[in-house]
């Protein structure tokens, strides 16, 4: 009912930017929520920022200061800025969106940062 497609990673060096994208499409108005995650090889998947339908935000500590989540109304779709990348932020980005009882993943988009 929900369908959650990511886009935006790749390749940059240490320090450099990327801005993930989260597009949504079904029912939309369920929504709640949306969270971006991510999984590195031989680690757990984990939480780097959430966006609440109000418009609140959190971010995990290891990206305070460096990530922005937001979202254009216009579409249905929620950004992640990433500034100041670290190699340790390689990964495999997942946009998640919760309603009250359910959650919706994408299929992800890797992000590298090289040394």
């Known amino acids: 009912q929900v369908q959650l497609v990511e886009s935006g990673g790749g390749l940059v060096q240490a320090g450099g930017s990327l801005r993930l994208s989260c597009a949504a499409s079904g029912r939309t108005y369920t929504i709640n929520g949306i969270g971006w995650y991510r999984q590195a090889p031989g680690k757990q998947r984990e939480l780097v920022a959430t966006?609440?339908?109000?418009?609140?935000?959190n971010y995990a500590d290891s990206v305070k200061g460096r990530f922005t989540i937001s979202r254009d109304n216009t579409k249905d779709t929620v950004y992640l800025q990433m500034n100041s990348l670290k190699p340790e932020d390689t990964a495999v980005y997942y946009c998640?969106?919760?309603?009250?009882?359910?959650?919706?993943w994408g299929q992800g988009t890797q992000v590298t940062v090289s040394s």
């Open positions: 998640n969106a919760e309603s009250i009882t359910y959650g919706y």
């Open positions: 966006i609440s339908r109000r418009g609140s935000t």
